[in-house]
């Protein structure tokens, strides 16, 4: 699936509310149904990229990481229900009509044949999880890779997420036949119309069970543990979700999975502060060092560094030090490290040196009226952040 914007691709505008985004969502969807083009790839496509979108817009969460960082907030590495023809099926699409459209049967349901029951398979879909993930600067600087514990509902292994105790304790509905789904024929006055629901007996499973399963009650899911893998992309920021198809809570009866949805979480440094793509590092100078210039070092998150101090760097001067931030989780690029001078100011001083800074205050050259011309510290920090 193409990298559209979303918004693009249902024809809204950015600031759009839930409700146009919905209307929106339907009129796509009708226009480029399956049933409405048989046998038509690019219908489907658009069908399925008009679905992902509407997913993404119609969540809160996913919304706004989608606003914040682009494709690469909801789904970096294919992460992400319906990453790009990875998560999302038409089983998933068709399961969601009933929201969209109200009621729990579709508008495809009774007019379109019923493919939606098909798609709808058996049990539910199970809820999704939400997790918090602590990164380091420096993970965040290269990726990182976290197994994580999470305690949630897994298919059962005794039934095989069936619910049945046996094969022999599942038997084909003998309302809707094992199709899921009963039709009716209406005399309208525009002649007859057949519609079609959700079987009342077996809720569109199209089979009922007869001996439910000892493990889980019927259920097809359990208590358990489950422990994930996942790849967190460089340059992810505090807030930012991302989101892994299939691994939050198993779902009933057979039912798919739920999402599992990863918050990340930030650690303080001691050294860096973040803002945006780059970073900001407070370097303490003595008066001497700041008046005759020296050489330091100064930490990154790849090792120290050294760098040249000319002589009469003034309290608030900023060096850049370029690439040496996070990498752009949205495009190519780095930001930079941005080097703050701090002068440091001794908090007790002996006889002999008072009387030393005495003699230095009485200098011309120790005057602080800045030079001419000199821009101030606002003007030159406007610099490094417009």
Known sequence: MSKRDLYEILGVSKDADDQTIKKAYRQVALKFHPDRNPDNKE?????????????????????????????????????????????????DIFSSFGDIFGGGDSPFESFFGGRSS???????????????????????????????????????????????KDKSSVRTCGTCGGSGIVRQIKNTFL??????????????????????????????RVYGEETIDIDIPAGVAEGMQLSLTGKGNAGSNGGPNGDLLI??????????????????????????????????????????????????????????????????????????????????????????????LEKMKAMPN???TPAKGERGFFDRMKDFFS
């Open 263 to 356: 918050s990340i979480e930030e650690e303080p440094n001691d050294h860096f502060i973040r803002e945006g793509s780059n970073l900001i590092h407070n370097l303490y100078l003595n008066f001497a060092d700041a008046s005759l210039g020296t050489s330091v070092e100064v930490p990154t998150l790849e090792g120290n560094v050294k760098i040249k101090i000319p002589a009469g760097t003034q309290a608030g001067k900023m060096f850049r030090l370029k690439d040496k931030g996070f990498p752009n989780v949205q495009s190519y690029g780095k930001g930079d490290l941005l080097v703050h001078v701090s002068i440091w100011t001794p908090r007790k001083l002996n006889d002999d040196e008072k009387v030393l």
């Open 118 to 164: 098909q798609g709808r398979g058996r049990g539910q879909r199970g809820s999704n999880l939400r997790i918090r993930v602590k990164l380091t600067m420096e993970e965040i600087l290269k990726g990182a890779n976290k197994k994580i514990k999470v305690r949630k509902q897994v298919g059962c292994q005794t039934c095989n997420g069936s619910g049945a």
């Open 43 to 91: 219908a489907e496509d658009k069908f399925k990229e008009a679905a992902y979108a509407y997913e993404i817009l119609s969540d809160k969460d996913k919304r706004a990481a989608y606003d914040r960082y682009g494709h690469q907030g909801i789904d970096p590495n294919n992460m992400g229900r319906g990453g790009h023809g990875g998560g999302m099926n038409m089983d």
């Open 191 to 220: 002649g007859q119309m057949q519609t079609n629901s959700t079987c009342p007996t077996c809720n569109g499973a199209g089979q009922t069970i007869t001996d439910k399963c000892n493990s889980c009650k019927g259920e097809g």
């Open 366 to 368: 120790f005057n602080p």
